[in-house]
């Protein structure tokens, strides 16, 4: 019997941010059953849950449906284990998985773990990152931290903590829209109301069931704090990061606009070269594509670094608004080359852009793979 994949949730945050009390709240939430939580070790979480029925092999069961694991080596080993024991039937169902990453944790490379085996992209897919920010340390643990900056960058969500002790988070809060402006951030108090509705935050709304493309691509969060860049033109968007720690300006978040469909060849052009030269400083990508073949499905695409996911089908355009919309979380990568480069395979080159045909009919050359640089 054939399943849909697996969605999987990512918790991270800096060391303090309250993951923990997270994780409680999640596994006592009745929401929540038939849901694995991944953590790094049973001894560095302090699990209160009174309910444990039985612990075998590096899993809890716990009696409402829950289940805790522990990373045993790989990650990969452990979603591949939790895949097993639900075709064997030594657990009834599996619903999420939530995986909480250390707190000194770049978490790029847990999400790539899930996107790039081939085995388990046919049982899971990455719904989202929600990352915890301490509203108390929060400022000066991204002055310090470049692990902290990228924890934020990647988010779908940010959960502010201990609000009751630090009242003043308007700063922190600017700060943290200016490294990704496409989250929401909540409030950690507030959050614990529906922990399903929480970590669910990927492409399909689970209250609707339908595709939100807008809250995906985090043009919800644009529009609500008055940073919707629709222009007339449809320009390429960046956010520079100015006034604070030293890794604020390394992380930008890019908005690529192109009107009308355009040939999968284009799209799939872009991609590759930007994935293959730049790949390393690609921490995130998100997007939805109108194809000139088939219009009327868009394409969905999600990248982290230098993997791809396997594009995806969409039955229907869940709105009314089309074309192609990217959105891409760099570090240490110039605007202006990405700029360049989708220019060039979209057909529109921007005005300062040298040698506008060239750059057109090679836009190899934007890669370094030609004369035209």
Same mark, same amino acid.
């Given at each position: 019997? +054939?399943?849909?994949?697996?969605?999987?949730?990512?918790?991270?945050?800096?060391?303090?941010?309250?993951?923990?009390?997270?994780?409680?709240?999640?596994?006592?939430?009745?929401?929540?059953?038939?849901?694995?939580?991944?953590?790094?070790?049973?001894?560095?979480?302090?699990?209160?849950?009174?309910?444990?029925?039985?612990?075998?092999?590096?899993?809890?069961?716990?009696?409402?449906?829950?289940?805790?694991?522990?990373?045993?080596?790989?990650?990969?080993?452990?979603?591949?284990?939790?895949?097993? +024991?639900?075709?064997?039937?030594?657990?009834?169902?599996?619903?999420?998985?939530?995986?909480?990453?250390?707190?000194?944790?770049?978490?790029?490379?847990?999400?790539?773990?899930?996107?790039?085996?081939?085995?388990?992209?046919?049982?899971?897919?990455?719904?989202?990152?929600?990352?915890?920010?301490?509203?108390?340390?929060?400022?000066?643990?991204?002055?310090?931290?470049?692990?902290?900056?990228?924890?934020?960058?990647?988010?779908?969500?940010?959960?502010?903590?201990?609000?009751?002790?630090?009242?003043?988070?308007?700063?922190?809060?600017?700060?943290?829209?200016?490294?990704?402006?496409?989250?929401?951030?909540?409030?950690?108090?507030?959050?614990?109301?529906?922990?399903?509705?929480?970590?669910?935050?990927?492409?399909?709304?689970?209250?609707?069931?339908?595709?939100?493309?807008?809250?995906?691509?985090?043009?919800?969060?644009?529009?609500?704090?008055?940073?919707?860049?629709?222009?007339?033109?449809?320009?390429?968007?960046?956010?520079?990061?100015?006034?604070?720690? +030293?890794?604020?300006?390394?992380?930008?978040?890019?908005?690529?606009?192109?009107?009308?469909?355009?040939?999968?060849?284009?799209?799939?052009?872009?991609?590759?070269?930007?994935?293959?030269?730049?790949?390393?400083?690609?921490?995130?990508?998100?997007?939805?594509?109108?194809?000139?073949?088939?219009?009327?499905?868009?394409?969905?695409?999600?990248?982290?670094?230098?993997?791809?996911?396997?594009?995806?089908?969409?039955?229907?355009?869940?709105?009314?608004?089309?074309?192609?919309?990217?959105?891409?979380?760099?570090?240490?990568?110039?605007?202006?080359?990405?700029?360049?480069?989708?220019?060039?395979?979209?057909?529109?080159?921007?005005?300062?852009?040298?040698?506008?045909?060239?750059?057109?009919?090679?836009?190899?050359?934007?890669?370094?793979?030609?004369?035209?640089?």
């Amino acid at each position: 019997m +054939r399943h849909d994949p697996i969605p999987v949730s990512v918790l991270t945050g800096f060391l303090g941010a309250g993951k923990t009390t997270l994780l409680n709240r999640l596994l006592k939430d009745p929401d929540m059953a038939d849901t694995a939580v991944i953590i790094n070790e049973f001894g560095d979480v302090a699990i209160d849950h009174l309910l444990v029925e039985q612990a075998s092999d590096g899993v809890i069961q716990l009696s409402d449906g829950c289940l805790c694991c522990t990373v045993r080596g790989e990650l990969v080993d452990t979603l591949a284990d939790l895949v097993d +024991r639900l075709q064997t039937g030594r657990i009834a169902g599996l619903k999420r998985v939530v995986i909480e990453t250390t707190g000194l944790a770049d978490p790029v490379p847990v999400l790539q773990s899930i996107m790039a085996h081939p085995v388990l992209l046919q049982a899971y897919r990455l719904d989202g990152v929600v990352t915890l920010v301490d509203a108390v340390n929060g400022a000066a643990t991204l002055d310090a931290h470049v692990e902290a900056v990228k924890q934020i960058a990647v988010a779908d969500r940010i959960v502010l903590t201990k609000t009751d002790m630090e009242p003043g988070t308007a700063e922190l809060k600017a700060r943290l829209r200016a490294i990704n402006p496409g989250a929401p951030i909540l409030d950690g108090g507030e959050a614990a109301a529906s922990m399903a509705s929480l970590v669910a935050c990927g492409l399909y709304d689970p209250a609707t069931r339908t595709a939100d493309v807008r809250r995906w691509l985090g043009e919800a969060e644009h529009a609500h704090h008055g940073h919707d860049h629709d222009h007339d033109d449809h320009d390429h968007h960046g956010h520079s990061h100015h006034g604070h720690g +030293r890794h604020d300006a390394r992380v930008r978040s890019l908005s690529l606009v192109h009107d009308g469909p355009l040939p999968f060849a284009a799209i799939e052009t872009f991609l590759d070269l930007l994935t293959s030269t730049q790949g390393d400083q690609l921490l995130r990508l998100k997007g939805i594509v109108e194809l000139a073949e088939d219009p009327g499905r868009p394409l969905v695409v999600h990248g982290v670094q230098k993997i791809l996911h396997p594009p995806a089908r969409l039955p229907a355009w869940p709105d009314e608004k089309r074309g192609t919309r990217l959105v891409l979380i760099m570090v240490d990568l110039p605007e202006d080359y990405v700029k360049r480069l989708f220019a060039a395979v979209t057909g529109k080159p921007a005005p300062d852009t040298p040698d506008h045909a060239a750059l057109r009919d090679n836009p190899l050359a934007i890669a370094g793979f030609g004369g035209v640089r």
